[in-house]
């Protein structure tokens, strides 16, 4: 079982920059993958970024290119969302998410976090 927890949401300026945590509790986090959601009002949740368990692998939806960066430490059981130039359109809940198989799909992952609020003011 693996428990996670989001940190590091707020409320700052468009072109402000947010650091988001996952920390993870349980021993197999380290083969899992990690993947960033968010959920605006009224939407769906949408995929936002994946690292594979070995950090081999990132891949991010196309909307966040270029402006965000996630990264792991399987030491620390830690996934980072750093996210730079943020636009009103990042505002959202972020939620952190584990799974087998690294999937840009909500379905492919087991494990959620109970999410962070990130507002992007104009």
């Known amino acids: 079982q693996v428990q996670l927890v989001e940190s590091g949401g707020g409320l700052v300026q468009a072109g402000g920059s947010l650091r988001l945590s996952c920390a993870a509790s349980g021993r197999t986090f380290n083969t899992l993958a990690v993947g960033w959601f968010r959920q605006a009002p009224g939407k769906e949740r949408e995929f936002v970024a994946l690292v594979t368990r070995s950090s081999g692998t990132t891949d991010y939806a196309d909307s966040v290119k270029g402006r965000f960066t996630i990264s792991r430490d399987n030491a620390k059981n830690t996934v980072i969302l750093q996210m730079n130039s943020l636009e009103p359109k990042d505002t959202a809940v972020y939620y952190c998410?584990?799974?087998?198989?690294?999937?840009?799909?909500?379905?492919?992952?087991?494990?959620w976090g109970q999410g962070t609020q990130v507002t992007v003011s104009s």
């Open positions: 998410a584990a799974g087998i198989l690294w999937s840009t799909s909500v379905r492919g992952y087991n494990y």
